[in-house]
């Protein structure tokens, strides 16, 4: 048995209006204006996967009755076809180098979470070789020239407390006092 997946990227039907679309796949989806928004964003959003040719059939038909031009395509059936299988990925041009920094790597997005970072330019900053130091190199340290010649050391076994003043006096003594029941 097949199983299939329809996916759209905001395309219309030729003679359909933006506006009108919106409004029937609203209805459809029963979905807010902001959800709708997404899916005219022009990237590939998987609407439903893992449906049989009659269940596809009846959303590509639903779809294509509100103006929107979907794309139904087969998924593997095999759990080992699809560990095998790479997910499409669309060629992206090679990105160049520039003076500003690294190199931008742009990626075709695996599904609908992915799609939202599609625009995202993230820096290819490749892989280091086996062995290669990844510290930054530092310039030395200099260390500060301190005056320390007016510090001394106090003798061994001293008493590092603070002074005693001549208004501390000692604690009064209330060994006499009792607490009455």
Same mark, same amino acid.
């Given at each position: 048995m097949s199983l299939y997946e329809i996916a759209f990227s905001g395309q219309l039907l030729p003679g359909a209006r933006l506006e009108? #679309? !919106?409004?029937?796949?609203?209805?459809?989806?029963?979905?807010d204006a902001?959800?709708?928004?997404?899916?005219?964003?022009g990237r590939r959003i998987v609407i439903k996967q893992n449906l049989d040719f009659a269940a596809v059939e009846k959303y590509r038909q639903a779809?294509?009755? @509100?103006?929107a031009? #979907?794309? #139904?395509?087969p998924m593997p059936v095999d759990v080992e076809e699809i560990e095998l299988?790479?997910?499409?990925? !669309?060629?992206?041009?090679?990105?160049?180098?520039s003076a500003a920094g690294p190199q931008s790597l742009k990626v075709a997005p695996r599904d609908e979470y992915? @799609? @939202?970072?599609v625009d995202v330019?993230?820096?290819?900053?490749g892989i280091a070789p086996v062995g290669a130091?990844?510290?930054?190199?530092? @310039?030395?340290v200099q260390t500060p020239a301190l005056d320390l010649s007016q510090f001394s050391l106090a003798p061994l076994g001293s008493d590092m407390s603070e002074r005693r003043r001549a208004t501390d006096l000692p604690a009064p003594d209330t060994s006499h006092l009792k607490l009455a029941d």
């Open positions: 009108q #679309v !919106e409004a029937n796949l609203s209805k459809l989806f029963q979905a902001q959800r709708i928004a997404q899916l005219f964003s779809m294509e009755r @509100a103006g031009q #979907v794309e #139904v395509r299988a790479p997910p499409p990925v !669309e060629a992206a041009p090679a990105p160049s180098e992915m @799609a @939202a970072f330019e993230a820096p290819d900053f130091d990844l510290q930054d190199t530092r @310039a030395p």
